[in-house]
T-cell receptor, first 112, second 114 residues
Framework: AQSVTQLGSHVSVSEGALVLLRCNYS??????LFWYVQYPNQGLQLLLK??????LVKGINGFEAEFKKSETSFHLTKPSAHMSDAAEYFC??????????FGTGTRLLVSP | NAGVTQTPKFRILKIGQSMTLQCTQD?????MYWYRQDPGMGLKLIYY???????DKGEVPNGYNVSRSTTEDFPLRLELAAPSQTSVYFC?????????????FGQGTRLTVV
């Protein structure tokens, strides 16, 4: 079975600091991996996705993630945090047939 | 362009009551999904549909029923509400040629069972 584990339910950074949100996956087949963002009282929005092409994936709002097979990781990064980045972030893996398995989420807090 | 619309946004139910969460999309998407999101947890798939008249169970289907009589609508039915069904429910849709990550999500329905 495929699954993802997100390390840290909360991450706090200062505005302008590096953002690093961790995600490790477990999969018996080459995975498709995704990062979503959820703003308060909103649905999920796709940030970026890895589908076995380039291992460094660039997404919206300046975020990027690197697929590392040797570490079974797909960590999300952003060089400089903005206040508007405060949200909950979910890592997910596709189990095929249009179904996703989500991690437990990481809440990003950005302080001035 | 409304996308995926869920109603109601909030609801409080008493134990044993029933209700239907409505979901409609105007993008002519074939695939539709219902997820629940519990505090501190990721989304879990309840039911999904690959087209009108076709539905299948997801990871946590117990206590729920769905139907898909039209492409646009995918209602979720709770027959005997239980406190364990207190959650935020999200409906999503995606196109036949798309992949699940290209799904559009509704804004959610926050349900409390007391």
């Amino acid at each position: 079975a495929q699954s993802v584990t997100q390390l840290g339910s909360h991450v706090s950074v200062s505005e302008g600091a590096l953002v690093l949100l961790r995600c490790n996956y477990s999969s018996s087949v080459p995975p498709y991996l995704f990062w979503y963002v959820q703003y308060p009282n909103q649905g999920l929005q796709l940030l970026l996705k890895y589908t076995s092409a380039a291992t460094l994936v660039k997404g919206i709002n300046g975020f990027e993630a690197e697929f590392k097979k040797s570490e079974t990781s797909f960590h999300l990064t952003k060089p400089s945090a903005h206040m508007s980045d405060a949200a909950e972030y979910f890592c997910a893996v596709s189990t095929g047939f249009q179904k996703l398995v989500f991690g437990t989420g990481t809440r990003l807090l950005v302080s001035p | 362009n409304a996308g995926v619309t869920q109603t109601p946004k909030f609801r409080i139910l008493k134990i044993g009551q029933s209700m239907t969460l409505q979901c409609t999309q105007d993008m002519n998407h074939n695939y539709m999904y219902w997820y629940r999101q519990d505090p501190g947890m990721g989304l879990k798939l309840i039911y999904y549909s690959v087209g009108a008249g076709i539905t299948d169970k997801g990871e946590v289907p117990n206590g729920y029923n769905v139907s898909r009589s039209t492409t646009e609508d995918f209602p979720l039915r709770l027959e005997l509400a239980a406190p364990s069904q207190t959650s935020v429910y999200f409906c999503a849709s995606s196109s036949l040629s798309g992949t699940p990550e290209d799904a559009f999500f509704g804004q959610g329905t926050r349900l409390t069972v007391v």
